[in-house]
């Protein structure tokens, strides 16, 4: 596995244009055969919600934190939440691309 990953490098290309290459430090490379086995492997440890009423939910590289409950409990809970999984992600160099976050609030009032 260690192996695998050593030495890999990237670039990008936009168009007819190529970026200079640059080494992978953290990750899977993208594309492969066994990269979703690999991503998976990666994120085994990421942490449960601690609190019955945040959930968890990923697929493939995507991931979705739900709750319910009262308002004033959920803020707590989920932040939480996102302080021991942004703690994780720092611990296992994981950036998150903030662009594509969202947070969505459902009220019955």
Known sequence: MATYLRGRRF????????????????????????????????????????????????????????STGASNNITKDLNSYLDLLGKWMIKWKIKINTDKCQAVYFSGR
Do not use: H, W
Not at 15 to 24: T, V, W, Y
């Open 11 to 66: 670039a990008v290309r936009v168009g007819s244009n190529l970026s200079s290459e640059r080494a992978i430090a953290a990750g899977v490379v993208q594309g492969s055969k066994v990269g979703p086995k690999m991503f998976n492997i990666y994120i085994n440890d990421i942490p449960s919600p601690r609190n019955c009423s945040i959930r968890l939910c990923l697929f493939a590289v995507d991931t979705a934190i739900t």
